[in-house]
């Protein structure tokens, strides 16, 4: 499987729409930065990072399903599908090495990003924009990486399901426009933790805004964790089902 893994990786060297989705995910900080420097609407390190996690749990959950979509497309796209089958590889690895391919590209852009909000604050902080603590960015550090931690591991699979569906990437940019879309809806409701991105995003705002969190924590928490878990593992065996099924090409 390390071998696989290293092709993925080799692969993905040559391809320049991993540039465009990298980007994707770095407009809540350019957005954010231009809105704290330009229009002054952002004085506090909580007001930024509010403004800012509002783009992040819309367009890195859009990002992310495509980047997903975009690495079981290359096979089909560069007819590669069946000679993989052909060297005799189970089909679960090939499906659980895209999987962790994707995972991994994915916290890499959720680090980069967070590096580059971290550059931003010092930023605004050595102009006198905003001000912040140590405490304070620490906190919101924390918020954000678990808020990934949850966003991840949810969305990759479920890209991974509807581009081996429809084998179409169109069709998979669209879905996962609308699912960061739909993500957003449940946002504010106090059942919201049912639905995982919905939960990350209260996860990641408690650590700047206690009251921002949910009114029952307790049952919000434990709730929206396990769900969370279970809507991962869930969707990782229906993707790998999915792409176990035997094609036409392959009779």
């Not at 796209?77 to 060297?87: G, R």
């Not at 946002?187 to 919905?198: H, Q, R």
């Not at 705002?205 to 969190?213: M, P």
Request: overall charge positive; proline content about 3%; some cysteine.
């Amino acid at each position: 499987m390390i071998i696989l893994i290293r092709n993925e990786f080799y692969k993905q060297k040559r391809e320049w729409s991993l540039l465009f989705l990298l980007l994707l995910s770095l407009l809540p900080v350019l957005t954010g930065g231009a809105g704290a420097v330009f229009h002054g609407s952002t004085k506090t390190l909580a007001s930024l990072f509010f403004f800012m996690n509002n783009q992040f749990a819309m367009f890195f959950p859009m990002a992310l399903f495509v980047l997903a979509g975009f690495l079981f497309y290359q096979e089909y796209k560069n007819k590669t599908y069946i000679n993989w089958i052909t060297y005799g590889y189970p089909k679960y690895k090939l499906f659980f090495t895209k999987v962790l391919v994707a995972l991994i590209i994915g916290t890499c852009f959720a680090l980069i990003l967070l590096l580059l909000f971290i550059c931003l604050i010092f930023g605004l902080q050595m102009t006198g924009t905003i001000t912040a603590d140590s405490n304070e960015l620490l906190a919101i550090t924390i918020g954000f990486l678990l808020e990934a931690a949850i966003i991840i591991p949810v969305t990759v699979p479920a890209g991974a399901i509807v581009i081996n569906l429809s084998r179409n990437m169109i069709v998979t940019s669209v879905t996962g426009v609308i699912y960061g879309f739909v993500s957003c809806f449940f946002i504010g409701s106090e059942i919201g933790f049912i639905v995982p991105n919905g939960f990350a995003y209260r996860v990641a705002l408690y650590f700047s805004d206690q009251s921002s969190y949910y009114d029952n924590p307790v049952r919000a928490t434990i709730g929206g964790s396990v769900i969370s878990l279970l809507v991962f593992l869930i969707l990782l065996l229906i993707g790998a089902g999915v792409f176990a099924h035997k094609r036409k090409i392959e009779s």
